[in-house]
Structure formats: structure tokens, C-alpha cells
């Protein structure tokens, strides 16, 4: 997880949610620290600022924490060999503007005096800052802006005398999103908030354990899916195998839909269902609600093909790749002139002439954020020719901010909360525009509709409707600046 | 083009086929350098290892040689100013084993007597080792590895008087493949040789023309679409407009098919078609030749998709995304551990479970080198839970290396040089494989088969039918290496 | 100051002595850091391995904190933009070989419920791991292995309303050695451990005040000398001026001979004495108490110059340079090979042959560690022709370990420790050897010699008698290795 | 050797002068790199720029050549495993603003039709333009702007059939200063111009023969000197041993006297005299033509040491260190901020006030230049309450520029130029200022002065008389700029 003020989060210039994180820990294999760095790889897509695992040899714990991709840094025989033992905890990052720093790279530790802890988080606290603010008062001092930090630091201050005791204990204090690893010399600890927000995963290869966020990391290395951890449920890992603790009262679990929606890599398995299949359902969905009399369907890369592929087999108009994507863009031009930045969106993308031209054309996205994306790439289609140009959409229209892990702009940046839809359509420059609705979306997972009593997910960005308290948001601490001072990795 | 000794090119570990190298150069634009930057970055896929540009800044030539991605140096506010002047010349490296050192990267630059000199080539001269031999034995000193810097030493000796009747004189020397273009402080000069094997393009944005090796280098920048350079036409830019020559005796193009087959970007348009439209007719044709009784099509990611989309289309079979592809892996893990690199394919591959599961699953791809990767990719469809594996190529098998700007393995590493369809079925493992036939090839692209007489293109990987002669490959040049120093960049 | 376990300490391969630390401090310049950053470098004798800058701006506190050299980060103007303010504080470390890790880098920081604190030491406490043991038992989270982050706990915790009393409530459970500048956003705060063990001096510049290590460090920035900070002082500088507390009970002051010996920069006034001229008064002592029958005396460069001086003008014996020291050495050559490891010093020195061929030889040095250097040089000596090599140290035998703050070996490490004067003459392999005596280094610096009853200097190295409580390392701590991970930079 | 344009040197704003290069080559040692590497080590005074080693494995030529000090590359034990063999050659090279490029730095590399050449040059040649140009107008391509590269065209367009012969050939072509030493595969070459205005050794170690700059890269190795290299002498080392040619007609030797007065190390031999003897002689000298009342000798460090201790034993003066060197400043603050260069020469020198306070001082200095140091030295001592300040230079008035291979100001920022003695000593602010005189400068090397018909050394800085033809300074060569693009290293 990250810098506990939303605040850090706004000023994205980017288009797109990002989701905040990714975990992967291992128990009681040789190559731990190798298998958490293939995993972490498999997870890149969850956070691409900075990478760090934790393992213990034995007698030491030793950690690599980095800003870049996993494979910068933890493909190095070296980094590797420095982190020897048969338990390994490891983290990916999101990357904001203000926070690039290395001291909130994850996975944090401190030395107890229990003995060691590592923890990794994904998710975010809506009592993060509230619950720092009391720590400092009490005399803690915090090395990180991170709000997982304020776990370690209710650990270390428990009364409790066992470690899993005194973890339980900090678990109690916490509010908002969390599925947590953490790591000793002699277990790993896996944890998810009562409503099971973010996702996490058991796993098994060859006997060993592992934890982790989705199930893409458990089939780069070949390992074998177990089943999901549950909502408020505690998973201890040991020489004497898996413990479920259930320390929280049952409640019904309220996953995030953004995993289905956008955040979660297509061949991975959430809820039993596969994304891929949710995705084209959320298509197939979509030409039943909003059909369109168009000549070709054509994905918005990378994230809508799957949706445009659902579309185009239910209505039965062709699919093709209308939008060409420059796979060298991702980690280049960072420094972008002046001359490069006027020329915006294509350096990325290119129209694919031959398909577009004269022709009545459906473009197929994930999602909407602020809509900037959209205009350039409906501007580029007509450039490439189109005769006309329509727009559907594989969600809710978005018009709430997340505060459980998701990296999304301020609610008046959000298109859909300051436009109608014929304000979108008009602003987008789309001959039509729709959307998936809300019970469509929960349809083309498998229910008869949403249950507004009892809702099935978390969906507050669509809905309005936030499942916790939002303690930081709402009390005084949203008004207090960090003043930790920042540092040059 | 790159180093003249075709045994550097033979120690690939990689499955592929790789261009070897794409040109960009601009004459009479402000932004001449950031323009040409830009242009490169559409090219990247013709060449990752280095990239360099030369620009004339009225006074005095200033030249940025990098090894990395374009974005990697040539975003940079900083590097771009250095790079003043209306004329600019860019080119970018593939990269090969032996002989990632800067004083390879392009442009070459040469003071002659006439004045300054920059050359970019792409393509390879089947002659360079005989006439680097004449000219040290004439006491000429070689600073480069590359064959191109042959062409200098042509220009620098020639008894002509002015620079262009020079550099025709030097034309006239080489053999093989080459699209070139040439800079000097007044002039941009194009050049295609006799056959035409390489592309090369001319294009205009506001009055300043650029020559450059596909389309999709004008669309980046918005730049209109001139025309083809001819095969032998000499096209030389200054203040006085675009003036064409024609040196050679005319003789019917060949171009290089593979363009069509791999190189290219699906968004190029080249010899008046779509890449994209090509490959898919490839598709369409393998359908009708090689039919298939499968429930599901899957592109091998990314070349493949086009021609699995037309055989979709065409057969009415489903088009699904079965192998997602990790786009992380581009650049990381090239110092894989020992326990990564035997996970082998899946860093880059997983597949999409839901889509194979129970199926019969036929694999599109574009074409097959070493058939290492397909047969990983086949057992990772078994292991997937397919019930049957068909594969179907969209090329012709490739028996024969090149020697005109292509890094193919040796004749002895080409899986069909090697083995029989049969063998070739049984060694990939699959229940079935077919390859496009050549007259199949032509037919996709517009014509009524191959003409054995005067073939319409450059394919002697399929048919061993070399277009030039191949005086370094058959005389003893081949023999000897090259005893210039290494040196580390 | 530095990791608290003294065991780090012991795996010098060097044969030197090291200072640990430097601090640098003002409090009302507008150029705040800038100045910090020269007053850096004129310490940086006292520690080459890593430096920081902590300063305020008025809202926030901005850190950099480095690995390497002050002038290979700090002479940047975009460094020192941003560490605006006209307060800050600085520090140099000296590099030890297990430890060198930016998290250890001073000036340590932490945000109390007071506000941000910000210490830089100098010296070592001999409690400090004891304490540690003590604050992690109460819940605290250790960040760093350095011992000074004991104090900032110590802070954090105690009950007392205003910082300055709460900063005094930490000292006094301090034991040993510390010279400590610590920045709040209002305060710059000096203190000077009861025995005034290392040094710490007070200096003004255009109103604006001063606390560092040196006078040296006065003199870069042209500021002036207003006195020491005595032993047993707090001195608390703000916008009221300067106020001087005394805590703690009134004690005789015992400084650390050492930094006459070897430490301080000759151009220093320490004590009101001139290094220079002290140094070059052991020298004298020394001619009185062991004079030598020879043609030549040659200092070992570049620490025994002043005392050769000194023995020359005393003896009038000419003085030479006769070994030529490579100034380029310093930071090359940090991973030698076997060939070059195998020749030894004679990539740092050279023989000056013309001065020592058929001469009888006078070596002064400052003085013995190891005892591995002296044997080299000799030999040098012997090579280049000299005809008998005698030496002559300007100071005691040393035969105690050091806690304060001194990189010393262990004992048994230490020659003098281990071996009589004649078998060191004898392992050295000169014609004669002599120290100088306890009671004549005192006589030097002006008294009449060593008052045992009340030392007038902490000078241990030589007596074994340690001024302080040795908790850490007669207690059980010294058993306990600190298990922090370790972590690369 | 450098830059061949003179007006390269022009800019320098420090206030030396700089040796432009030293080399070091090894002929038959199984360690020919790793020595090479020590001996520039021990060379490095003579150029800090940039260090290239090339060797020859008995198959291939490898180089590495690097922009640093030998030390930060060459003490690498990979960079020593790629240059394997038991033949190398090393050089190292001086800074200048301008051409600090990869490509100028040494030894250059040619393969040509007799083989691989590589060559390292310490001098300058005065007619380098000039024969570039010719050799470019007859189609030679040069890739560096070193005058160095001349020489290799030159031995490439030999029309001699054996390498020796084409060698000297090109020597008979050259005018100026060199020291060359030259490597084949075979042979190791040493050459010294007709009057053998710079330096070049011979020695041995254990059967390997060496060429070097100075006697003190002999020590560094413990090889055996063997003799100078005569002028006008081309030495050939081979398997067959050493062979001794003479091409030019005999003339009597000219070397430069500013390797006394300034550039070699005082523990190097040279013309069969110790350097630091030499120097303190200057001193000696000087005493006698220039006594100064005065309490205390003060040395301008580190290159006045020598004289001044001669001035002090000569005439009685007490010698101190008056002047403390910060020995870190060396490779720091390269990017100094506007606050830091305000403060200039104290980053680098400090007053010893306790041996100036109240005392007449005598500051003794190598030589004056701009004479901008000595200002502020002087300035210096005043403020440390020197009571009168007198300066004596150890060599004449430099009064004209160097065009061998020093790098000396242009000649009206010479200050004794442009001033006269009164002048000088006005500028300077000193009570007295006396240099030696040029007939002191020759006794103190052990002649009864210059002898006027046949000067036994080079010395036209102080007398303008140039020994060699100065075609490029002098003809039109002169007004040419080199127009070869500059490109980052």
C-alpha cells in the first residue's frame, strides 16, 4: 500500500486507475527469493514504481528494495544470492509523483522484540493517518510516509506476548483495505481486511506455501492454486503447516469489481471465474444493452480487447486491430521535449488506416477516467478516414474516488462525475456513447442483478456506496500535510 | 546495415527472425533533430541495440551515438539541443552478439575533402569484407567493423569532383542489399539498390522532405506519404527541391518479402498494400490451402494475430486470446538466474486456461526459425488442459539463411532446412501442421502465383534463390574474421 | 557516530587509525547548506564514506543523505537548492566495511510530536546497545543499526513538555563519548558529552552561528572562532541568541589526545594549541628523549611531517622528502587485482632515491597501529640503498582498543599490544626504534607530565585507562550481534 | 597527443601548466596489461583525462579505452582479463575543455594491410594540420581530431613493404615533439623526435622490455632503468631483442627543461639527475641570486616543496608547512555553486596561522603562470597575520607558449608577458619578488649557464626560442577549425 494521504494521488497526469500494488510470499523452498522475483514479474501489472523483497537465511534477514521494474533489479544472479533462505516476502509498487522515494518501498521491516517482521500490504488504510498521528503522540517514531508502517509499529507496542497475537492485535485497530503478507524467521502470515476488498491467494508448489495476489504469480513458476484466502480470515504458515485463524466476525465478503473490471490480468482466476471470460462477458453484455450499427469493432489496446471480442461475438460485426500500439513507449520518453509532448497520444498509439477508413467504426474501452485518452483517440480515428465513430464502454460510468488502494484523480476530475452522458458524448466526440449499467455489470458476472441491501461487491466508484468508515477522509487528519521530510533515494 | 561477417550473426539464442535496421532522415525542418527522434522510435522494431542521429547546425556537424532504446537517450530535452540545425539523419541498430560497440552505431560520419558526410544504411553488402581487403591493402584505415564505413572510404577516394557523382561512383562499387541515406551540410541523399531489396520511403511535413524506411515513421509525426523510392534511384534533397537520378541500368524490383511476412509494422503501408491487410490475406489463403477442425483460433503473440484473424474469418472459427503476453519482459531478465531461465517461456507467456481448456486449439504464428519456441508454447497448450493442438504458419518454410540485412540463423539451425513436415510435426508435437505454401504467398499479396522467371520478390529463405552475387559468402572473405579490436563502449 | 557494536570495527585491512565522524551546523544563513557543505569538505578527513545535509525552509524539512564524497554530491547547485533554508545541519562518516548503508547516514531524522529533530554525532556510546535492547523491549522500531538512534527515541519518549528539556532528558542516560548537533525548525542545539571527549567548537559568521568539529572548518567559509563548547555543555542557539545550560555536575575535562596525535587537521587550534605546532613539539620531545646518530630524517607522509619537522629543527639533522607520496591514490584502485595487490605500497609511495642511497636513515612517523605499513616502508628504505633505518614515533606505544569513536583494531591486533619494543624493532627491522614517552607527550603539549590522579586527557590507547562506563562491552550485549537486516544502498 | 588545433588549450581558467600525456609500453610479461595499468598509475600526474591500455593476445588486438583517472578503469581485474597477451601499450591523457571525446583518447588503432598498429604520442607536432589536410584532400577518413592519427595514415600509405621501414617513413614526415611508442603484433617501437624535446626510457623486468615516460613508472613495478631513449633514436623490441636504429642525421639534444622545473615527479631520474635534486638546486640557487630577509620559508604545496627546502637550507630560514593542502579537493566540487566559487582557493588551501602570524614570510614557488594562485595566496597569508610577504620562483618568467605538448595559456595571459618585474610584484602584492634568471636555471642543472649557439635544452617559454619550424602556427593551417562533429563520450 502507499502514502496514507490521498492527497498524493491526485495530481496523476496519466489517464488510466492504477491499481496500487502487488504481494507474493513464499514458505519452505530452496529458491525462495528466485520464485518471489518470478512472481512479482508475473505481478508487474500491479505496480511498476519499485519492487523489494525480504528473506530470511536462517539466521539473518536480508532485504533488496528498489525503485524500477522486477526485472531491472531482481533478475541479477547476484541480488538474488543475497537474499538466500526458504522464506521470501516480496512486494510490487505503484508509481505516484510525489513519493518516488525508497524508504517507502515495501516490504517495511523492523526488529521486534519478538524477533523480525516484514510486512507487505496491499490495499490502504481510511484510518492511516488518525492512527499515526496517536502512535507519534505516544512517542513512535515513523522512518516511512507508508501507512503500512503503522502496522509494524502496533505490533511492536502490543501487550500481547506471541507474534500472532500481536499481529491480530494491530489487525483490530486497522480500517479500509487490506490484504497483508508478513513474514518472521519462523512463519508467514497472510491476512485479509473482514470484507476481502483486495484480493489474495493460496498456492502450493512442491510443499511449499505461498501467498498471493493473483493467480497469474502461481502459474509462472508452476505452482498450484489452493483456493482463495476469505474475507477477515488470518492464514499462519509454519514447519507445522496452514492455520486458518478467524479473529474477526464473519461478515459477507465485498470484493472489489475493479479486479474483473480492469486492474487483474486476464488469465488470472479471481472468485472462480476467469477475467478473460468476465471481460468478454462485460462485452457480450454491452451489445445486448447498447447495440450499434457499425461496420467494424476495434479495442481501445491493450485493455479493451477482450470486451470488443465479447461485443463482436454477440453481434456478430468483425473485429479487428484498429489502433496499432508502440510496445517501446512504456518505460520511454520520460523526459518528453516539448516538440514530443505536442504531438501527445501517438506516440503510443497509430491508427491502422486500412480498417478505419470509410468505415463506420466501434471503438470497445475498459473504462473512462477523465476522458482525455478517449478525445485523442476518437480524433485519430476520424483522422484515419472514419465514416463515423461510436464509443462503448465495459463499466459503470466512474464518479467516485477510491480510497482502498486504487489510484484514482479527485472526484471533480472524474468525466463522469461532472458530465450527463450526452455532456460525455459531446466532449468524447462520439456519434453515440454508452456504458455498461451497474446491473449489467453484476449480470455478466453470474447474479440476477445488484443487491442493494447486501452488495455483492465493492463498487463505491460507480455506486457512491463506500463499505468502511472513512476515518482520515472525513476527521481532521485529511487537512494535515505529512511533514516527514522528503529524501533522494 | 551492420557487421559484414555473417558468422556474428549465427550465435542467436533467440527464435526469431530480426531486421536488421531502420533510417530516418529529414531535410529543411526547425525541429530536424526532436522529428528524427521521433521518426526512430516508430522504427524501434527494426533495431534495439543502439541508435544514433547526426544533425548540421549551419556551422558544424554534432552527432548523438547511444547504445539502448531511442527513448532511452533521444527524449531528452538536453541531448536534442545539442542536436540544432534543418537537417538531421537517424538510424537504429538491431542487436547482435558479438559487437555492441559504439563505434559501430550509425550514422557513420566522414570528413572528406568536400566536406562532412554521414551515412545510414540498412541492408548488408554481400561484397563489403572483399572491398574493405582493397582498400586497406590501398592504406586506408577502417575505425569501424561495419561494412558501411567501406562505402566513406569509396566516397573519400573517389577522383569525381563534386560529392554526389562521388558517392554514385561509390554506389557503383557495391553489391547486395542497401536503402541509404546520405547527409552532407547542403544536402539529404537517398538510395535504393538495383533490386530494391530494403525499403525506403519519401515523405513531406510543411515543405521539408524525409526519407525513412516505413510508413509509420511519417504517421508519428503526421508527416504525408510521398512515394516509394525506387529500386536504383538516387533521390537527392537540397534547397533546390528533390531531384531523382537514375544510375543504373533499370531492371524489375525485388523487394524483400519478409517485410510483408515479419519486419514491417501492421500499420505500414509498403509497395502500395497494408501490412496488416497482407497478413491477414496470408491468414485467409493458409484457410482455404490448409483447413482445420478445431473449436478455437490463437494467435501466437503479437505477430501472429493479423493472420489468425483472417483464418478466423475466413474458417468461422472463434478468434480468442489464448497466451497472454507479459509486456514487462521486453527488457527485463536479461541476466536470468539459473532457476529462470528454466522456467524458459513463461516469463514472457502464460496461457489463457479458460480459453483452451477441453478445446481442440489451432496455433497461428508467422513463421518458424529454430522451432524452439513452438515447441514450449505447444506443450504449454497441453498443459493447459487442450485436447488437441494444430498449428498453421503464415509463411512458406524457411530453408535458406539471408545475407541482405536479415539476422538468420545458419543454414543447419532452420528447423525446415533440417527436417521433413512430418519430422517437423512430430518434433513441435502437434496433431497437425501446415505451412502457406509459395505461390500462396504471391496469391495473398495480388498476383497469380511466384513467377519462376522473374520472381516479383526477394525470397531466397523459401526458395534459396539468391537475387545478387554473393562474392564475400562464396569467395575466402568468409574465411577470415575480422581482426579489428574489441572494444567495451 | 557509528554502528554501536564495536565488532564491526575489526576487520581493517588498513593500518591507520580513523576518526569516525565530522559535524557541521549554522543556524541564520541564508545560505545555509551551502556553507554546510564547505564546512563538510574541510572535515572531510573525519569520515570519507558517506555525508548528509538536513536543512528547513520554513515549512518543511528537506534531507539528502549520500554514499561517497561531500564533493561528488554536495558541490551540485541542484543539491543544495534543494536543502533551502537558513538552517542546517551536516555530517561525515568514516566507511566501515559491513555497515556502509544509506539508512546509517547522519544526520539522522525523526518527526516527533514536538516537530522534526534532526542529530549528527561524533563519538560512540558505550551504552548504546544496551539502551537499544531496552527501547525495543517497550515497542520501539529500530530503522537504523547506528547507536545515535537510540537518542532520538530516547526523545521521542520522554515525558517532558519542550524539546530542549526532553533532548536533556535523553543525555543523561547516555554513556560515553559524544559530540552531538541536533537541528529542530526553531533550534540549532550543540552538546558536548561531562568529559568532553570529542571535540566540538563554536564559531559566528555575519551573525549567524556555528557548531562543528574543527576550526579548519571555520576558516573555509572565513568565519570566526568564538570558543569551544565545553565538556558537560548544552548550547541552544535560536533566533534569542545563544544560551549556554549545564546539566550535568561540574567535571575536569578529559579530550582525546588522539586528535593531536593523528586526527585533527594540522591547521586546527584545538585546545587553544595549534595542532600543527604540538605535532612538531612531539617531534622535539622526541629528539630530546631518543636522539639518533644519522644523515637524514624522513617523514612518512603525509600525518608525520610536523613532528620530522620538529626532530630536524631540535636534532638539526637535515630534513628530505624521501618518499614520494601518489596523490591519485586516495580512491583508485578499490578493487585491485592480484597482480597489483601483490606490490603492495608501492602504489601509494615511492623511494626518493636520491636522498636515502648510502645515507643512514631517520624515519619519523605519527605513530603504530598494525605495524604492517612501517615494515613496507623500511624495506622501501632498504631498496633504495640506504645504509641503516632507524625510526622514531611521536607517540606512545598503543595497546588499548578504542570506544569512542576511534576506528581502532582489536587488541590483539595491535603491535604494541603483543610485542616488546625490541621484538617490534625486531619485526620492523630497524637499527633502533623508540616512542614517545606518556609523560613527554603531556610535557609536549605543556604540562609537566600525566597526572595520574586526575588525567588531564582521555587517553586510554596508550594507558588503558578508559574514562567511562563500558557497558556494551562488559556487559552482555557485546555477546549479541544486532540482527537488522542488512540492505544495499 | 591532443588536439592538434593550438586554440583547443587556449581557455583554461586554472593557473598550470599541464604535461599533455605519459606512456608506458611492455614487450614480452605474461602481466603486460596489468604493469601497463601501474605504470600509467604512476604516471597519472602527466594526464588525467582519460587512460587507454591496448593489448595483443596472440590472436586479436583488445583496447579499452576510458575517460577517468587509470585508477576508477584499470583496477578492474575484468577490464585486465580482456586485455590478455604479453605484449601492451598504455598512455594517459591531459584535460581540456573542449575535446574531451572517447575517440581522441589513446593509443589510437589502425588495422592496416600489414597489420594491426596501435600508437601512443606524448608531444605535440607543429605541422599536424597541415598534413591532415593534405592526407583528406588525398581521400583519407579521419576519425579523431588528435594529431596522433596523422601518423597512422602516414604508415598506411607507405609505400615501404616491411612495417619498420613504413614507420619511419612517417616519422621523416613529422615536425615537433614526440615520444611515440608504437605496438604490432610482433614489435614494440619506441621513437623520440630529433632533438628529444620530450622524455622516453628504457628499462627492464625480468627479460620484458619497457618504454616509458619516466623512470618513477619503472619503480612502481620494481623494473630495472636501462637507459634513455636517445633523441632521434627508434628503438625496435621483438623476440629477437633490441635494436637500436638512427634514420635522422645526429644532432645534439634539445629537451624541454620544464620536466625539471615542473612536470616530472621529484622522485624521477632524467638526464641522469635526480629531479627533486634538481629542484632543491633551483632553490639553492635562487637563494644565492635572491636572499630575503625573512623569519619563515614557506612552500607553495605540493610542487614547491623541493625548492624551498633547498632556499631554506641554503640560506639558514627555517622551512614550515604554511600552507595546509585539503588533498580531497582533487576530483571535487567539479560543479562548484556560485556561494562556493566565491570562496575559490580556499577549497583548496588553508593557512597555517600559527607559523605566519607576525612573521615575515617567504613564499617559494615552481614557476608563475597567470599568476591569478599567487594573488590569492598572498592574500591568504596577510590574513593570517604575516607581517611582510616576499616570493621567490624557482625558474625564470614564462614569457611564451609551449607548442610540444605543454599546455600553456595563450601568450598574453602569460603574466610575465605583459608586465614587468615591478609589475608583477605590484600585482601580485608582495614586498619583494625575484625568479631565477635563466643562466641560474642551467647552473643549477650543473652547466656554466646557456650556451646561446647551442642551447643544451628547450626553453623558448622563457627565451622564445622555438628549436623546431612552426608550420601550423605560423601558415594558414592556423586559422583552420577543425569542423569534425563532436560527440559525447
Redesign the interface.
Known sequence: MAASNPEFNFDLDGDTLREECGVFGIFGHD?AA??T??GL??L??RG?EAAGI?AFNGE??????RLG????HF???NT?K?LQGRVALGHVRYSTTGETI??NVQPL?????T??LAVAHNGNLTNGLTLRREL??Q?????STSDTEVI??LV???QKPRLVERYIDALRALEGAYSLVAMTNKKLIGARDPLGIRPLILGELNGAYILCSET?AL????ARFVREVENGEVIVISEEGVESLRPFPRMQARPCVFEYVYFS???S?LGGR?V??VRKQFGRQLAQEAPADVDVIIPVP?SG??AA?GYS?ASGV????GI?R???????????????RA?GV??KH??????ISGKRVLLVDDSIVRGTTSVKIVRMMYEAGAREVHMRIACPPIRHPDFYGIDTPEQKALLAATHTLEEMRDYIGVTSLAFLSVDGLYRAVGYDGRDDIRPQFTDHCFTGDYPTHLTDIIGESAKQQ???????G
Request: hydrophobic share 40%.
Open positions: 529458491d528466485a520464485l522475483a518470478l514479474h508475473a508487474q501489472h511498476q525480504v539473518r534477514f536480508n532485504s533488496e528494495r521494474l522486477v526485472g531491472d533478475s541479477n544472479e538474488i543475497r525508497l524508504r521491516f523492523a526488529e521486534l522484540a524477533g523480525g507519534v503522540a512517542g513512535a517514531i515513523c522512518q509494524l509499529h511492536a507496542r502490543s497469474c502459474d509462472i513458476i508452476g490480468r486476464p488469465d482466476i476467469s478473460y471470460e491493450d480487447v477482450p471480442l461475438q468483425p473485429f479487428e486491430l496499432i508502440n510496445h517501446y513507449v512504456g518505460r520511454t520518453f520520460i523526459e518528453p521535449t516539448q516538440t514530443i504531438l501517438k506516440l497509430n491508427a491502422n488506416r486500412s480498417v505529512l511533514s516527514l521530510l522528503a529524501e533522494a
